[in-house]
């Protein structure tokens, strides 16, 4: 069953072209990766499959319905159907935890009372391993703790569709393993399709089943597969960079600075608030 249908994407900053030519489609319980090379529009991509910016042109479609065809009451409920992590976990720093994963609760969830609330939120934090700091403020957290109560926050609504950002970039490799068990165990509990960006290799070949690789160069997707078949198939010496993590080629002329795996730069740097 095809969850989101997305067809001739183009996305554009004003006049400036980030990408164009994205079609792809994901089906329930995938685990689809978004990859490529620092700013290259990753983050960008995310923030149009959640409605949060609107194609120059192309459709993002949710069980068949057309996202930005639709009224306002459609988009409300398409979008209480998604689930989402920031890049920065973007938690309200002036709200515990426990109360950061009330939140959405409250406006997508109206027919649990407060109390029923935190139950639930008591259980993700548990889920997440952060049973003893429901109480805790962001800044008292880890960046791995903050990913992890982002992660708490996001499948509280229990999303047919989870994005990630970046979910275990700065983490060491024990957080992100976990991290990555724990969205293979969300995917076989509930079913939810899950898109995450990411630069970890681990994390790619171990748990995306499909994906796209957009180029920086080029502005438009290089490779559409998992990232295993991409390695085994692709062409592309800057996919193949990518996935072996070899130097880029001398003529791959993107604005990326960084080697994949690094921290990202202020450009890719997530400013955006929760919804
Ligand atoms: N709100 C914005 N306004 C203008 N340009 C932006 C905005 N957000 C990102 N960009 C630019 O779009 C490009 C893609 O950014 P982003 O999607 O964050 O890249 P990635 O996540 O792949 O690192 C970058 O060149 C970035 O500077
Ligand atoms: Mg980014």
Not at 212 to 226: E, R, T, Y
Request: net charge negative; glycine share 8%; with cysteine.
């Amino acid at each position: 069953m095809t969850l989101l249908a997305v067809d001739g994407l183009e996305m554009r900053f004003g006049e400036r072209l980030i990408q164009t030519g994205i079609s792809f489609t994901i089906e329930k319980g995938a685990i689809f990766a978004i990859m490529g090379g620092s700013g290259c529009g990753k983050s960008t991509l995310l923030k149009h499959l959640v409605g949060l910016l609107p194609p120059a042109s192309g459709s993002v479609t949710y069980n068949g319905v057309d996202y930005w065809a639709a009224d306002d009451t459609e988009r409300n409920r398409l979008r209480a159907g998604f689930g989402m992590l920031f890049q920065s976990a973007a938690l309200w720093s002036s709200m515990t935890i426990l109360e950061n994963v009330c939140l959405p609760m409250e406006q997508h969830m109206p027919q649990l009372d407060e109390a029923q609330r935190e139950a639930r939120a008591h259980e993700m934090l548990e889920w997440v391993g952060l049973g003893k700091f429901a109480d805790f403020y962001p800044a008292d957290l880890s960046g791995g703790m903050k990913k992890r109560a982002g992660l708490a926050r996001a499948i509280a609504i229990e999303p047919p569709l989870l994005f990630l950002d970046e979910p275990s970039a700065g983490l060491d490799p024990i957080s992100s393993k976990r991290l990555d068990d724990l969205v293979l165990e969300l995917r076989h509990r509930t079913g939810a399709a899950v898109v995450f960006v990411s630069h970890e290799l681990p994390s790619l070949f171990a748990i995306a089943d499909d994906g796209i690789f957009l180029d920086a160069d080029s502005k438009h997707p290089i490779g559409h597969g998992s990232p295993k078949h991409l390695l085994e198939t692709t062409e592309h010496p800057t996919v193949r960079a990518f996935l072996n993590r070899e130097e880029p080629p001398a003529d791959a002329q993107t604005d990326a600075q960084s080697p994949p795996g690094a921290a990202p730069t202020a450009a890719s740097t997530d400013t955006a608030t929760p919804a």
